[in-house]
């Protein structure tokens, strides 16, 4: 329940940068994602607010308190691992009472708060067993159970569902978000997997190389990257980026992605791009911005032709590839409406939701 | 085309050698593919070595504590009088309790010295594979030889020990005129082996030096296999460093630990070479240990009956530790 401040933050192991100056404020009560690829340094920057690992440089805050050199059990947090860390030797209750017991918490309060974490987490019946005799599900449960029980100041997240199944996976997600709504505290939460960030996060900070992208709330990250990789790495199946040239069209600005396709940029964004006319840039469109031919709802949307390459049915939509000047494009079609690979299809791209990317800089424009 | 031909050959390669296999099927073939009967083709060897080497002599003694033989005389059976007759005498008694004193000291204090050692060795630092190695030097070294190093260490006149002490002893100690430790004169020093309660001090100074090795890298090995994030959420938790031993080490290495102290009491137990190297028993039994006393029965006063007796009293004592340790592993649940 504080605000939790990260100071041009460094990390490196021996010559390896492991986290290359990260600067974020975490408001009381957020619940703020790190997301990136592996090796990124999410775990890294994790662990040096949790005090488990040592700062090379910069400055971590918890509330007002400077925290570099105040060791973990004096950082009121509480942290869930990927695998857990149970202690094998003890029961589920030893488990999640050994910090309060640590902290000589009166008995009743000790049993008080174990109670009304296993009731939240639905685990009353298992307090007697040891953690060999839990599923996978049930040792998350427990996991959590031993942080909640704390009431700490912030919750520390691992990659705590990237050990169980998918089905499961999704499961315990909504049920995260549910205990953070019951629960209020400010919680860090770490996953690779951009979808868990997307439905769990008030903000998202995805990370790369060391470095932060960008942050933003899931929607905001969704519809305004910043740079290529967050438009690459945020949504799924994630953005086409094709090499375009910027053009004048006597009253307005347009893109040509190959000889038959030129498509007109929406007059609100000219301002925008009139800087890089005539430049070589990335052109970037999601997968659900490329639909089968339909009925335009708004003057940007534009029909294109193109030899339909490969099909991925996924049920509700399937998947076309196509191949636009030797790039592989990806559109969502309604099933019914897709033509038989090598035969021309028409397609509808909506460029309201259009991005130019510098490919100097990889800045979205 | 080429590689056709060869794939075409390497077929009939294969069929002709597989008819020639089932031609040649004979009735050990058949007999070993089943399990049972390799299972016990394959444990006759060990059980061949079992019955040679330890059956054999076991179920010798056995009998021969029963009799009153005598070196070089055929024995008759007397029943169990070798056993009451110990009972009875002084030394026997002595011998016996010396043996218990001596294993639990000593197995007690290569437990706690050899947790410290491995919890330092666990350590990171430099040369840190190096000094693991020379850990286990004393291990290496024969015992006889290493025993007989530590005899001139503790010898009367020539104790290595008495010389350090006696130069401490007699040197001033200043620092900056000021004088820290004054000359306290001439020292003797024990009689490390001469006097009953230091000899007894002696030999189990000895066996904890050659024993805390095992112990030690035991130990070491058993601390490798605690996962390091159980650490990180006792950290995380709360736990000092002293609270982490205690509520996360110590049970994680439990049963190693267990397995390791019975292993280690029943060696201990049974110990002889030191012993005999360094006091032969004395002084005035002082030092005697079941071991040394039936060798002593036997060798020397060629009862080989009584022998046999004393060190079958070895048995029962031991069975009962290990039982005892056994059930409490299989208690915390160690499957
Ligand atoms: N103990 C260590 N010693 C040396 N290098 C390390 C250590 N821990 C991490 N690194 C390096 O630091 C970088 C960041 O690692 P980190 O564990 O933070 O990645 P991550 O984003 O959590 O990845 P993942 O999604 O795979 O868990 C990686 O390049 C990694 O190799
Ligand atoms: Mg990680």
Redesign the pocket.
Known sequence: MAQILLKDLY?T??E?P??RGINLTIDENEFVVLV????????????MIAGLEHITDGEIYIGERLINDVPPRDRDIAMVF?NYALYPHMTVHENMSFGLRLRKLPKDEIQRRVKEAADILDIGELLARRPKQLSGGQRQRVAMGRAIVRNPEAFLF??PLSNLDAKLRVQMRTEIKLIHQRVRTTVVY?T?DQVEAMTLADRIVV?ND?IVEQVASPQEMYDNPSTRFVAGFIGSPSMNFLPCKLTGNGSGLSVILSDGIRLNVPADREGRYRDYLDRDLTFGIRPEHLTEQRQHTNADQQDFSCQVGVLEPMGIDTMVFMNIEGEDVCARAAPKSVKNPGEDMLFTIDMQNMHLIDPGTDKVL | MAETTAKTAATTRESASRTAEKSRTSWITTQLENERVLGYVLLTPAFLLIIVFIAYPFALGTWMALTDKVVGQPGNFIGLANFAKLLDSDIFRTAAWNTVFFTVVATAIKAALGMWLAVLLNRKFSLSRVTRAAVLLPFIVPTVLSTLVWLWMLDGTFSVFNWILRWLWDMEISVFGLVIKEDFGYIRGPNWLGEPSWAMGSIIMANVWRGLPFFAISFLAALQTVPSELYDAADIDGASGWRKFWHVTLPMIKPVAIVVVVFSFVVTFADFQLVYVLTRGGPHNSTHLLATLAYQLSMHAGNLGEGAAAALFMVPLLFVVIVLQLTYLRRIGVD
């Open positions: 990390k192991y021996g390896t492991a986290v990136g690829p592996s090796g990124c340094g999410k775990t890294t920057t994790l662990r990927q691992d990659e770490v690779h990370m060391g």
